[in-house]
């Protein structure tokens, strides 16, 4: 079993920067690929991002590629989302969440209904104009 837990979010002006974490438990934690999804009110989950178990293989949404890093520090149990010139429609809840591949899949699979193995309780992110 995998517990997720965020952290890092919180209300910041439009262009500014907020990093995200992710805390995991769990021995098998290093061999699973991890993904950052969000869901704004009204709105579907989105995958945002994805690193390989390794941390050598990242993929990222069109919509926040050259704005956001994945990161992961497997000695830590931890993955981060490094978030930078934030946009407004970047409010969402973000969610992080473990997959027992070790690999990535195509961001149009994390937008489909495969399904993550275990997810995170969620932290809000809020960009004010």
């Known amino acids: 079993q995998v517990q997720l837990v965020e952290s890092g979010g919180g209300l910041v002006q439009a262009g500014g920067s907020l990093r995200l974490s992710c805390a995991a438990s769990?021995?098998?934690?290093?061999?699973?690929?991890m993904g950052w999804f969000r869901q704004a009110p009204g709105e579907e989950r989105e995958g945002v991002s994805c690193?390989?178990?390794?941390?050598?293989?990242?993929i990222y949404a069109d919509s926040v590629k050259g704005r956001f890093t994945i990161s992961r520090d497997n000695a830590k149990n931890t993955v981060y989302l490094q978030m930078n010139s934030l946009k407004p429609e970047d409010t969402a809840i973000y969610y992080c969440?473990?997959?027992?591949?070790?690999?990535?899949?195509?961001?149009?699979?994390?937008?489909?209904?495969?399904?993550?193995?275990?997810w995170g309780q969620g932290t809000q992110v809020t960009v004010s104009s």
């Open positions: 969440a473990a997959d027992k591949s070790p690999r990535c899949v195509a961001m149009a699979t994390m937008n489909s209904k495969y399904e993550y193995d275990y």
């Open positions: 690193i390989s178990a390794s941390g050598s293989s990242t």
């Open positions: 769990g021995r098998t934690y290093g061999s699973f690929a």
